[in-house]
């Protein structure tokens, strides 16, 4: 649909090595349109919620620990198969196995600390956007012409 909405997180380590711009840049120029987004610096708490289904992994507290040391870029973004999608240009969990081209591909090395987060299914998009933005997101029109012609 091109109405799917996905969950987009720039992770702390992609916020502190100054990739926010890159990373909401390829939503943009992908087609994407932004109905979402905020700078927060989450408590663990709420970023258990988040990754609940992670929960008993035995890299699920330093995940937490490594999620809760600096703000993150919290973002909705609205397009045609946009989960699918967003997890494409994410690349693979290990930046290792992560194409050269997606965000992980190309700015990541370890799965610590690789960069970004995305929905992986339609579901969880639901989810987690509820989640990050019980405020709701924006409703407005997205068409380029009346906005370069007068
Ligand atoms: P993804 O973020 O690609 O959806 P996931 O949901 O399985 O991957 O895991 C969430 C995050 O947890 C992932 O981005 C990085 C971290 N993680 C996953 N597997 C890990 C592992 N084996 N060692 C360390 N961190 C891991
Ligand atoms: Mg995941």
New binding site residues.
């Given amino acids: 649909s091109i109405k799917e909405r996905t969950y987009i997180m720039v992770k702390p380590d992609g916020v502190q090595r100054g990739l926010v711009g890159n990373i909401i840049g390829r939503f943009e120029q992908r087609g994407f349109k932004l109905i979402a987004l905020k700078l927060v610096h989450a408590t663990p708490e709420h970023l258990e919620k988040h990754?609940a289904d992670?929960k008993g992994?035995p890299?699920f507290p330093?995940?937490i620990k490594y999620m809760a040391s600096g703000p993150v870029v919290a973002m909705v973004w609205e397009g045609l198969d946009a989960v699918k999608t967003g997890r494409a240009m994410?690349g693979a969990?290990n930046p290792l196995a992560s194409a050269p081209g997606t965000i992980r591909g190309d700015f990541a090395l370890a799965?610590?600390r690789?960069i970004c987060?995305?929905s992986?299914a339609v579901e969880s998009a639901e989810k987690e956007i509820a989640l990050w933005f019980p405020e709701g997101v924006v409703q407005y029109n997205h068409d380029l012409a009346q906005w370069i012609f007068e």
């Fill in positions: 990754y992670l992994k890299f330093g995940l994410l969990t799965v610590g690789n987060h995305g992986d």
